[in-house]
């Protein structure tokens, strides 16, 4: 009897496989799906009043004052959901922006903003037109004393060139002292450059002929005599500032004409009194080509 017993006590002792624990596991992973679809829901439904707020308070924190509409989307992945205003990244590079009318009022938009290509052959355009202006003034002056023969102007990247031709007319050769009809050709010149803005840069430069004297051993020391001698003309006769001239000697190196030309030996004596650009560089690229537009016309 009491082995019987003995024996029941063991066979109730021992442990029972469970083939059903995979149902627990599934269990857990249907809780988890359940949980990610509802929270993608969740996420889904935009508070419309919540998120005017949030873009209110970013658009005054930017600066901006434009109003742009919002709409809500149905899902995340719908086309039609919510579309932030777009920021002007302008503001943050200190440009002022009209409150009022919503346009930008500094140069930088002017010529880099809005337009593009447009606004920036704009601007050339205007800026060939200031030279124009000096030019003409120029002329003007030259034709009341019977010299705008002395004189030539062309447009480059740089700005507006006024060419002085110093054979017979600045300088005697081998020479840096201003002849007296050179001096009344700056006399025209100076009083226009005088206002102006820019900075004026003079740049003597001389033919193939070599020189050698004590003064002068070379057309290097020559040119840039000459150029001097028309920056201190133009600060002690035509009240030019100082601070906007320099004076430059190139020599023989930048000739007008090649030595094989019969104009090279007179076109290439010559100091050059260039008006210089303040505008940008892609600005100054189209001087040249809207200059020779304007000639053919």
């Known amino acids: 009897m009491s082995a019987s017993k003995g024996r029941g006590r063991k066979h109730e002792e021992e442990e029972h496989i469970n083939h059903e624990r995979w149902l627990v596991s599934y269990a857990d992973m249907m809780t988890l799906l359940m949980v990610l679809f509802i929270v993608m829901f969740a996420i889904s439904q935009v508070d419309q009043k919540k998120f005017a707020a949030l ?154 002929l070599q020189i050698s004297s004590a003064q002068y051993p070379t057309n290097w020391e020559l040119s840039a005599g000459r150029a001097s001698s028309v920056v201190r003309y133009l600060i002690d006769h035509e009240d030019v500032s100082a601070g906007h001239l320099s004076a430059t000697g190139y020599g023989s190196s930048r000739p007008l004409y090649p030595e094989s030309d019969p104009r090279s030996i007179t076109f290439n004596r010559r100091v050059d009194v260039v008006v210089v650009s303040n505008e940008s560089a892609d600005v100054r690229a189209l001087l040249p080509k809207l200059a020779e537009q304007l000639s053919d016309l």
């Open 55 to 208: 873009k209110d308070g970013l658009s005054s924190g930017f600066g901006s004052t434009e109003s742009v509409p919002v709409t809500g989307g149905t899902g995340i992945s719908d086309n039609d959901g919510v579309v932030p205003g777009k920021i002007d990244i302008g503001i943050g590079l200190g440009v002022k922006q009209n409150t009022t009318t919503g346009s930008d009022s500094s140069a930088y938009t002017e010529g880099r903003g809005k337009g593009g290509k447009d606004s920036t052959r704009a601007r050339a355009e205007a800026e060939l037109k200031r030279f124009g202006d000096v030019e003409g003034k120029i002329k003007k002056a030259l034709a009341v004393k019977h010299l705008q023969g002395d004189v030539r102007f062309k447009v480059t990247e740089r700005g507006l060139v006024v060419a002085l031709i110093s054979d017979d007319v600045f300088f005697d050769s081998a020479s840096a002292t201003i002849r007296p009809r050179g001096r009344q050709v700056l006399d025209a010149v100076g009083p226009v450059l005088s206002p102006l803005p820019q900075d004026v840069a003079v740049e003597g430069h001389a033919n193939k």
